[in-house]
């Protein structure tokens, strides 16, 4: 099989500051297992590096072309009843996200 690329989300927490992030990193791999192994063992150098614990949630997306300018690099799609305000209330727009802007 040959090699593609992998964007993986990680989870970590900051437990000194009641903060989590949200950690997207690009992999190449042959399958989307080694590419969750290459990012869990990054991940657990990461958390140790900014002082998080990670939290031992990755999840994988298999990319479609080559990384370039606008690429997707990482997508999850999620089944809600929830209406669209409340849905991204509930998992984005908490109101305490730090955010660029």
């Not at 399958?31 to 900014?50: F, N, Q, R, S």
Request: one cysteine or more; glycine letters at 6%.
């Amino acid at each position: 099989m040959s090699e593609q690329w992998f964007g993986v989300r990680c989870v970590y927490r900051f437990a000194d500051v009641d903060t989590y992030e949200e950690r997207v990193t690009l992999w190449r791999a042959a399958a989307p297992d080694e590419a969750l192994t290459l990012a869990e063992e990054e991940a657990a150098e990461y958390g140790e590096i900014v002082g998080a614990e990670y939290l031992g949630l990755a999840q994988c997306f298999a990319m479609f072309d080559t990384p370039e300018h606008g690429s997707e690099v990482f997508s999850l799609m999620r089944t809600s009843k929830r209406e669209p305000e409340k849905y991204l209330k509930h998992f984005f727009a908490t109101g305490s996200e730090r955010q660029a802007g």
